[in-house]
């Protein structure tokens, strides 16, 4: 079964980083977007980054201000998403997700069509 699989969290102190990782598995992401979503508690998940895979072209939501960067290996089909200057707010789970190249909304999850189950991010204070 095709599926994205995240890994890299963990739990670590402000200031710290993380690098996530999100494979996909068994497939490629050719002619697809990838997006980071977060998750933090008691909030509604919301759209970290985006990434188109055939050209690299990147997408971050304004509040990101640098701190986090979305990349890719094409080698080993793996979409990262490193994390610097982590804050207690940023603690949450994090998902990666694919859709079609042609999705207009980086935002929209009904766009997206495949996602993972999360890794989990906690960053103490």
């Known amino acids: 079964q095709v599926r994205l699989v995240e890994s890299g969290g963990g739990l670590v102190q402000a200031g710290d980083s993380l690098r996530l990782s999100c494979v996909h598995s068994?497939?490629?992401?050719?002619?697809?977007?990838i997006g980071w979503f977060r998750q933090r508690p008691g909030k509604e998940r919301e759209l970290v980054a985006g990434?188109?895979?055939?050209?690299?072209?990147?997408f971050y939501e304004n509040w990101v201000k640098g701190r986090f960067t979305i990349s890719r290996t094409k080698a080993n089909y793996t979409v990262y998403l490193e994390t610097n200057s982590l804050e207690a707010d940023d603690t949450a789970v994090y998902f990666c997700?694919?859709?079609?190249?042609?999705?207009?909304?980086?935002?929209?999850?009904?766009?997206?069509?495949?996602w993972g189950l999360g890794t989990l991010v906690i960053v103490s204070s």
């Open positions: 990434l188109r895979w055939s050209d690299g072209n990147r």
């Open positions: 997700a694919a859709r079609p190249v042609s999705g207009i909304d980086w935002r929209r999850e009904d766009e997206y069509g495949l």
């Open positions: 068994g497939g490629t992401f050719n002619q697809w977007g």
